[in-house]
């Protein structure tokens, strides 16, 4: 089936705003990942789920981020009162789900807060 | 802490020639290695994995060679072409962790030049 998609592609908003950012992961994978590159930077862990837990919460940076997964399928990341310094574009990848299956990720959310 | 680092952010070769990314890591725990290439743009899409019982893979092109006692990891490409210009991410897993986590680099700009 279809890749990993994520909406919106691209996110402008104004500092303080809270934004969603919507990940579609491949039908049946498991494993699903959020990770954040700023610029110039590498790939930061954010957060994984396994179905719809998350075990690894580590990543997140600050309380001001969350992300739900519902169904096994969709996942949120919820970034909350954002600041400038968040501004990244942010990848979400799936997995069939065990540790040695690749990740195929998404494109990203290019989001840059003013 | 930067456990997976790639030291080195950029690279030029001629197109023909060889491509040597390197990737150190410093938890001896991880077993498991992968490589990522990223086009901008776009996520990153699975290059080549290795796991901690070998000490080479290839695939075509591509070989990943592991030297577990100096806790590095090379992508070697020959030859290398104009395509193979992206940024190179290296990622290390603890598969015994119980965790799906991959901790990744912060990337090697390679340019091949034409």
């Known amino acids: 089936g279809a890749g990993v998609s994520q909406s919106p592609s691209n996110k402008v908003t104004e500092k303080g705003k809270d934004v969603e950012l919507r990940c579609d992961p491949i039908?049946?994978?498991?494993?699903l990942y959020w990770y954040r590159q700023r610029l110039g930077q590498g790939l930061e862990f954010l957060i994984y789920?396994?179905?719809?837990?998350?075990?690894?919460k580590s990543g997140l940076p600050s309380d001001r981020f969350s992300a739900e997964r519902t169904g096994e399928s969709v996942s949120t990341l919820t970034i909350q009162r954002t600041q400038q310094e968040d501004s990244a574009v942010y990848l979400c990848?799936?997995?069939?789900?065990?540790?040695?299956?690749?990740?195929?990720f998404g494109p990203g959310t290019r989001l840059l807060v003013l | 802490d930067q456990q997976v680092k790639q030291n080195s952010p950029s690279l030029s070769v001629q197109e023909g020639r060889i491509s040597i990314l390197n990737c150190d890591y410093t938890?001896?725990?991880?077993?498991?290695f992968l490589w990522y290439k990223k086009y901008p743009a776009e996520g990153p899409t699975f290059l080549i994995s290795?796991?901690?019982?070998?000490d080479k893979n290839e695939d075509g092109r591509f070989t990943v060679f592991l030297n577990k006692s100096a806790k590095h990891l090379s992508l070697h490409i020959v030859p290398s072409q104009p395509g193979d210009s992206a940024v190179y991410f290296c990622?290390?897993?603890?598969?015994?962790?119980?965790?799906?986590?991959?901790?990744f680099g912060t990337g090697t700009r390679l340019k091949v030049l034409a």
């Open positions: 990622a290390a897993m603890d598969l015994g962790s119980g965790t799906y986590k991959y901790i």
């Open positions: 990848a799936s997995s069939p789900g065990t540790a040695q299956e690749t990740q195929y």
């Open positions: 938890n001896s725990m991880f077993d498991y």
């Open positions: 789920f396994q179905g719809n837990s998350a075990p690894d």
């Open positions: 290795i796991s901690s019982i070998k």
């Open positions: 039908s049946g994978h498991t494993a």
